[in-house]
């Protein structure tokens, strides 16, 4: 029986899901994620359901093509995340250092770009509380530019609301990745990275592309529908 | 025999020593350590709860005079010794924040899932020390910022335990402002602290089970726990969640929660209440666990429906995600919607029903033994049965249109929370006590405080189902502001009269659980006669728990079992295979 | 101290009563069963000397039946609840001739919004009293909540209402009361901290008196 | 860790990669689109999820756990949707 052999070895007992504690780990904690994300998405969906004229049609208040490039940076560094921890489970140091650090710095220009973007948007008089009286946008929604706040201009609040929140939280998750990640390729180039043992990538790996699910998700419902 | 093969002085046990004082106490990782830092913190919180139900029953019984020592109070609080209406709110939400989040939960997931999840599966530690270093070190900040709010301007949080929006997300509705915010604050902090410790439990109960621990193999405790954990994960992030929104509206401007900019008030409702009520299931789920442990053990035999029981904690937490809108039937909620939630509320009742039977079951035909644990934990059973057939009053939503938010319900949260969570609470102290410090607890003065708890327990919440019959309103800082309340005004007395009382003999308790720890007889290994690995070891058990792994070979709840003389029989002795048909370590 | 509810006044009380006399009983036969069933329990299997327990690991028929038992009652009860639950609060639930009023709730007090003599909201002769409401005896009302702050809640316990008033949602609810007199009004929903005193008086009218009251009424709106 | 067998049937991430770029490139046509709002938002809504299952599925390899992690990676979904649909109905009735 295959007890016999799960009893003997010591090493085997850590195996009651199959998997190692980290990785274990890590999915239980993406899990609670999901359910923190259903609570700022869910109330999202469900205060769009209910002010269906407060948010404005794509591309008049946020910058779609930045967005865009954006997204594209951030699956790409999806790409480079997993090419490094397949290239660690091949042994492949080289390339492991590559991978990381193109996805450190793709995980950073992301954050740079979000925060350029919400300056912008503040400036433009765009923010939390919704749009800023007398500001640039303010004075296009007046001259009836923005399909934004019909028919009840106040509920325009909630647009800037859920916007700031979601997106703040996914670059909050994102800043956190990329600290944690910036010290797995400190741990790489000291080499403490092997085909055998490589736990750390993969867990910041799952992370990682976690984070990037999170914002196709974003990408689609915030800014393009 | 394996079980007493394990030798008193493991080598582990002199490398524990090597510890300095600051890593073996302070920033421990050792889960029997983090285990009793939780259990401090939650005590000490438990009893500034109460404090704080004093003030609140002093007032209720005793409106417009001088509270004895309320001048200590600063002016803002309580001038001349009498609470003002806004304090009188403050203590309300503090009391049930306090009691909820810092002492019933971390002492039942806190306390006795690090202490015993290991200890019972036989693994050495947690699944990641450090991180539940950092669960308990995460939990004690939080737990400043709710103190902090005290000494803020404007006073503490004053909307309520469950923080209806908008009065609590605009500081002009209430004058609170600093409070609230450290409200949601502490709590956002404290929901990563259950976080780490729940995403801990679950790893380690999957992956780090001895050999043999199948999953039918564990203790309902563990079983509890594990469920527990699972619910913790996965509705905190949801408070989580809409503790940051509101503190968003209230701070940067936000408008989730404010009807006058497009948000809505009862999604805040939705979302907490989706939160609350898993959360009231994490406060009894554990606290049910473990008072099968010790009523098995106390009537010296097995669990009546070992399997069943499992089934119904599962059921319990799987229905706990769809009944939400119980609290909501009165709050303008589509009425439709709440007639499908009064159904799966009114389900809740059968899981329920078969734990308490089951309980039943296992004390029929016993050979009881009344050990302090075991009068707690059949008080459990007695006074969890009234709370929860309370509530089947307020699960039927016309009925609930006369009694929400009366003190029927304030009756349902304490015969649950107190008469349930708390004296399961006090049993499970009780038993596991000379684990932790290897010492007993005084008998006498143990069976002398479950008395007097019991007693003054009932004379204290029991008429407060008629009050809420009666339609006193909860939260209500002044009742002789209504003529038809003044008649209840003399029970109102003597339920404060009663509780001043419960608190007093808690001193009995806080008495015996010092002194003993000095002065009380040194604990054996297994002084219940029980079954569970952690009797296997000494007590306290040394860092790393076993020398050994131990092998697992039967189920928990041996007792009294014919293949052996004595009445128990511990899940690791190894009878050999021709005498034991339960001896393979089989599948799970 | 009692469990009997205090007395009521309302058309639909007398189901809510009814279904909460039901569950006491039903809640309170559960009670007694196990209470003591623990005492018999406690009393008859202590543990004497010598003893062993039986040693069982339980039985599928006993538990078949107390989970059947409990089962069938609580859907019982549900099915029972359904249709008073719905005659209450549906949606469509307020009789079409109810008589309409508009309660406006703000920290601390309530203003009811009278339909006036002519028994429609929104017209001329509507008028609004703080604190206190009236309404004519054997004719259904309904009342439109409307809350400027806060939650509040509309709760009148001799009528069996209760309903919170939510700022941003119209909700609504109906009652005819069946004696009349004065009757206690309160908020039920912690609402800061005059909570406690946003209380009213319903003065529930018969017929007649309601018409005089009306009338009289009228002539000191006309005066303003 | 699980064994490397599987290895070999694995697309390339760089074909999922492409795919993916592809399809938002994709999503930003069709959200300009001149046709009926619901039938934009049902195809974005489609495209979201089938970019997102690719991430799940070979990114995060769960094409390639064992069953039991798939149902830990799913278990939390119900309960998302409970809650939206749940509340959703408030603005429906
Ligand atoms: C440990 C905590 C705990 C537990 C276990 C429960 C258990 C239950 N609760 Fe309770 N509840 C709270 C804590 C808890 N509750 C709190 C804190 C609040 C107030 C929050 C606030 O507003 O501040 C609350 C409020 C609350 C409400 C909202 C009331 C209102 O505000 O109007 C409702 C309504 O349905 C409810 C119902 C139930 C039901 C049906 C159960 C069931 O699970 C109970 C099931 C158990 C039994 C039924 C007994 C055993 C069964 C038998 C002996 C079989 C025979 C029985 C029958 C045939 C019926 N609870
Ligand atoms: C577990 C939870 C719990 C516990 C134990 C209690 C305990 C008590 N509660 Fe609690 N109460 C709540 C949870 C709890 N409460 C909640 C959630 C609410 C709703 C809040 C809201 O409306 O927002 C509430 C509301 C509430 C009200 C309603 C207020 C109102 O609506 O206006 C009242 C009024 O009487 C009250 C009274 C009491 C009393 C007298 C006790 C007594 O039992 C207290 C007795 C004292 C103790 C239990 C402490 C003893 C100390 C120790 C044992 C420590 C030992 C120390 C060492 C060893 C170091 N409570
Ligand atoms: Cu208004 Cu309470
Ligand atoms: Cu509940």
Redesign the pocket.
């Known amino acids: 029986m295959a007890h016999a052999a799960f009893m003997e070895s010591p090493r085997d007992r850590e195996l009651g899901a199959g998997v190692y504690n980290e990785k274990l780990g890590i999915w239980v904690f993406l899990g609670s994620e999901v359910m923190f994300f259903t609570a700022l998405i869910g109330s999202y969906i469900i205060l769009r359901f209910a002010n269906p004229g407060a948010f404005a049609a794509p591309g008049e208040v946020l910058n779609i093509g930045l967005t865009a490039v954006n997204t594209f940076l951030l699956i790409c560094s999806s790409v480079t995340m997993v090419k490094a921890f397949a290239a660690v489970h091949d042994g492949d140091q080289r390339q492991l250092k590559l991978y990381l650090v193109a996805t450190v710095l793709m995980g950073a220009a992301f954050v740079g770009v979000q925060i350029y973007e919400y300056a912008h948007l503040l400036h433009d008089g765009f923010g939390p509380g919704g749009i800023r009286e007398g500001s640039h946008l303010a004075e296009r929604a007046a001259a009836g530019e923005l399909s934004l706040g019909t028919p009840d201009p106040a509920t325009a609040g909630i647009y800037g609301s859920t916007f700031f929140t979601m997106t703040g939280f996914h670059g909050f998750h994102v800043t956190m990745g990329v600290i944690c990640m910036t010290y797995v390729t400190i741990k790489a180039f000291r080499g403490k990275y092997s085909a055998t043992d490589h736990r750390g990538v993969e867990v910041i790996g799952l992370y990682w592309h976690f984070v990037d699910l999170v914002w196709i998700i974003l990408f689609t419902i915030v800014y393009l529908i | 025999m394996a079980t007493t093969a394990i030798p008193h002085e493991p080598v582990a046990r002199t490398e524990h020593q090597e510890l300095p004082f600051i890593r073996k106490y302070i920033f421990a990782t050792d889960h029997k350590i983090i285990g009793i830092q939780f259990l401090i913190m939650s005590?000490?919180f438990?009893?500034v709860?109460?404090l704080l139900?004093?003030m609140?029953?002093w007032q209720?019984g005793f409106p417009e005079t001088p509270m004895p020592g309320g001048t200590v109070l600063p002016e803002t609080m309580a001038p001349g010794g009498i609470l003002l209406p806004e304090f009188?709110n403050s203590l309300?939400?503090m009391?049930?924040t306090l009691?909820?989040f810092f002492?019933?939960m971390p002492l039942l997931v806190g306390v006795f899932g690090n202490y015993l999840i290991p200890l019972k599966i036989g693994a050495p530690d947690m699944a990641f020390p450090r991180l539940n270093m950092w669960s308990f070190w995460i939990a004690v900040p939080a737990g400043i910022l709710m103190l902090a709010g005290f000494f803020v301007e404007g006073g503490h949080a004053a909307a309520?335990?469950?923080a209806y929006a908008p009065l609590s997300a605009k500081g002009e509705f209430s004058g609170v402002f600093a409070g609230q915010q450290l409200w949601l604050l502490s709590l956002a902090v404290l929901g990563l602290s259950s976080i780490l410790g729940a995403t801990n439990y679950i790893t380690t109960i999957v992956n780090l089970r001895a050999p043999g621990m199948t999953w039918f193999r564990l203790p309902l405790s563990i079983w509890s726990l594990f469920i527990t954990a699972i619910l913790v994960l996965l509705a905190i992030p949801i408070l989580s969640g809409a503790a940051i929104m509101l503190f968003f509206d209230q701070t940067i401007g936000t408008h989730f929660f404010d009807p006058t900019a497009g948000g809505q008030p009862l999604l805040w409702q939705h979302l907490f209440w989706y939160f609350g009520h898993p959360e009231v299931y994490i406060?009894i789920l554990p606290a049910m666990g473990m008072v099968s442990d010790i009523i098995a053990n106390g009537s010296r035999k097995p669990l009546f429906g070992y399997h069943s029981m499992i089934y119904a904690l599962i059921a319990i937490a799987f229905l706990g995600w769809i009944v939400w809108g119980h609290h909501m039937f009165q709050s303008g909620m589509n009425p439709t919607l709440g007639m499908g939630f009064m159904v799966t509320t009114m389900l809740i009742a059968v899981p329920s029903a078969i734990k308490v039977f089951n309980w039943m079951g296992t004390m029929w035909r016993g050979n009881i033994r009344f050990h302090v644990p075991m009068l707690h934990a059949v008080s459990f059973v007695a006074m969890f049965v009234i709370g929860g057939l309370s509530g089947i009053f307020m699960a039927s939503t016309p009925v609930d249109i006369y009694i929400h938010d009366t003190y029927f319900i304030?009756a349902h949260?304490?015969y649950v929370?107190?008469g349930g969570?708390?004296f399961a609470l006090f049993g499970a102290i009780t038993f596991w006590y000379p684990k932790m410090f290897g010492r007993m607890m005084n008998v006498f003065w143990g069976r002398v405080h479950w008395f007097l708890t019991f007693v003054f327990?009932n004379l204290?919440f029991f008429p407060?189902h008629n009050l809420g019959v009666g339609g006193h309103m909860?939260?209500?800082y002044d009742p002789s502001e209504y003529e038809f309340l003044q008649p209840l005004a003399g029970t109102n007395r003597f339920?404060t009269v009663s509780?001043l009382l419960?608190?007093t003999v808690?001193i009995i308790?806080?008495l015996n659980?010092?002194i003993s720890l000095f002065k009380g007889k040194r604990a054996p290994e297994n002084p219940w006669d029980d079954n569970g690995l952690e009797w296997t070891v000494p007590s306290p058990p040394p860092h790393g728990n076993f020398v050994t792994t131990p092998t697992v070979y039967r189920p928990p709840y041996e007792f009294s079992s014919p293949l052996v003389e004595e009445d128990h029989l511990p899940q690791d002795r190894d009878l050999g295979q021709k005498t034991d048909p339960a001896s393979a370590p089989g599948t799970g | 101290m009692s469990w009997m509810l205090p007395p009521s006044a309302s058309t639909f009380a007398g189901d809510i009563d009814f279904l909460y006399y039901l569950i006491l009983v039903i809640t309170g036969v559960a009670f007694v069963v196990v209470e003591v069933g623990l005492i018999w329990f406690i009393i008859k299997y202590r543990s004497r000397p010598g003893r062993k327990a039986y040693y069982t690991h339980g039985s599928v028929r006993a538990e078949f039946i107390w989970t059947a038992i409990p089962a069938v009652t609580v859907v019982a009860i549900g099915i029972l609840s359904a249709p008073v639950w719905t005659h209450v609060k549906g949606r469509f639930s307020a009789p079409a001739d109810a008589l309409i009023y508009r309660v406006t709730a703000k920290q601390f007090e309530w203003n009811f919004t009278h339909p006036g003599l002519d028994g429609t909201l929104d017209t001329d002769d509507d008028f609004t009293i703080r604190n206190r409401l009236h309404v004519p005896v054997n004719r259904p009302v309904l009342v439109r909540l409307v809350s400027e702050d806060v939650i509040h809640s509309f709760f009148v316990p001799a009528f069996r209402v209760k309903q919170d008033v939510v700022p941003g949602l119209n909700t609504q609810v109906w009652f005819e009361a069946t004696r009349t007199g004065e009757f206690e009004l309160g908020c039920a929903e912690l609402c800061g901290l005059g909570h406690y005193r946003m209380r009213a008086m319903v003065t529930v009218h018969d017929a007649d008196d309601y018409e005089r009251w009306l009338a009289s009424r009228a002539t000191t709106t006309a005066l303003r | 860790m699980t064994s490397d067998t599987h290895e070999i049937k694995h697309p390339s991430y760089w074909t999922i990669w492409a795919i993916l770029a592809v399809l938002t490139a994709a999503e930003l046509g069709v959200a300009f689109l001149p046709w009926p709002k619901r039938v934009v938002v049902l195809i974005l809504v489609g495209m979201a999820v089938w970019k997102a299952l690719l991430v799940a599925l070979y990114f995060m390899h769960l094409r390639f756990e064992k069953g039991r992690m798939r149902i830990f990676a799913i278990a939390p979904l119900p309960l998302t949707v409970i809650i939206v649909i749940a509340v959703l109905t408030e603005f429906v009735w």
């Open positions: 005590l000490l438990l009893f709860g109460g139900a004093m609140i029953r209720l009188y309300v939400t009391h049930g009691m909820v002492a019933i309520g335990w469950t406060l304030v949260i304490h929370l107190f969570s708390l327990f204290t407060m909860r939260r209500l339920i509780a419960l608190f808690q308790f806080a659980f010092v």
